[in-house]
């Protein structure tokens, strides 16, 4: 298969760390140059430790021992100026945008000991409006900054966005995550519809729950403890792993970014170990 990516350039958000900076470097290790942003901050509603510039600088060494250029902002993808700056910056220096990765984003779950809510009616307002500006709203944004230089190069390309089990079923508790993951699908059919004649490819990615810092941290047990009918969202994987690896996700995203995917557009592709498809 063809995975060879040699001369592009992939803008990737949320490549701090996790799964953005797995998929950073996987792309330069197939010949991509990189475009990364990343908040490295904290956003007060999300209850586990978020990025710090120190973490993007890793990425940046990491892909720069590839052999190949990054270019890496601290950014919000909320902020749409933020999001077409660091675009309009990688354009200028690289000359073509062709693989989007929207990855960045937040989950609002944990806490114990009243700290996080216990049902999704108990969501408070300021974490549903994070939740869905970062995990739906910032996907627009990435989209709507990129695609103007995507179809000025007339090369079509590929536009990846990281949804989740939650895109697809109704996990419980976090009926904020949920929405904004299946807002994510029905953003990218749309996009896949309207890209198709540039040949603009438009997927999503679904993974179950990932080794990174969003689920690996101190909060989620101590909620799940405090709520065990929650683990319901915990208890779905088919195959023998409670959690999967940053690069089995970031496999999908090399395979949709590539041309072996040439003709691969509006898929809604799980990384889930069986979750979704469970009896
Ligand atoms: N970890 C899991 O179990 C899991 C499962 C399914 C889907 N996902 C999704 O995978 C993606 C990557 O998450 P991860 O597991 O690598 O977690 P992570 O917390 O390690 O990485 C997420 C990155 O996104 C950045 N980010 C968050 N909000 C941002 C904003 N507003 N602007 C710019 N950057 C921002 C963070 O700073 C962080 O570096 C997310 O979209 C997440 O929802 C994660």
Redesign the pocket.
């Known amino acids: 298969m063809n995975f060879d990516l040699d001369g592009r350039t992939a803008f990737v958000?949320?490549?701090?760390?996790?799964?953005?900076?797995r998929h950073a470097i996987t792309l330069a290790q197939h010949g991509a140059n990189i475009v990364a942003?990343?908040?490295?901050?904290q956003?007060d509603t999300?209850p586990?430790s978020?990025?710090t510039p120190e973490?993007?600088a890793e990425t940046v060494q990491l892909v720069e021992s590839t052999g190949r250029k990054i270019i890496a902002k601290q950014?919000?993808?909320?902020d749409f100026e933020q999001v077409q700056a660091t675009v309009d910056e990688a354009f200028a220096a690289f000359g073509r945008i062709d693989i989007v990765v929207a990855?960045?984003?937040?989950?609002g779950l944990g806490g114990a000991g009243g700290a996080g809510p216990f049902e999704s009616q108990d969501i408070d307002l300021q974490r549903w409006r994070d939740c869905i500006?970062?995990?739906l709203t910032?996907v627009f944004n990435t989209i709507k900054a990129a695609v103007p230089a995507m179809i000025s190069g007339e090369r079509g390309g590929s536009i990846i966005a990281?949804?989740?089990?939650?895109g697809i079923r109704g996990l419980r508790s976090m009926a904020d995550?949920v929405a904004a993951?299946h807002g994510v699908v029905g953003l990218c059919r749309a996009f896949a519809n309207e890209l198709a004649e540039h040949s603009i490819r438009v997927n999503t990615v679904?993974?179950?729950?990932?080794?990174?810092?969003?689920?690996e941290n101190p909060e989620l047990p101590a909620f799940f403890q405090a709520y065990p009918k929650a683990a319901v969202n915990l208890d779905g994987n088919l195959l023998p792993v409670d959690?999967v690896q940053?690069e089995d996700?970031s496999n999908a995203v090399l395979f949709l970014a590539s041309d072996a995917a040439r003709y691969v557009t509006g898929l809604e592709m799980t990384v889930d170990a069986g979750f979704t498809a469970r009896a």
């Open positions: 958000t949320g490549a701090a760390r996790g799964q953005g900076r942003i990343d908040l490295c901050g956003i999300v586990y978020m990025s973490d993007l950014g919000d993808v909320r990855n960045a984003g937040t989950n500006d970062t995990n910032g990281t949804s989740s089990t939650a995550y993951k679904h993974p179950t729950g990932v080794a990174t810092q969003m689920v959690l940053p996700v």
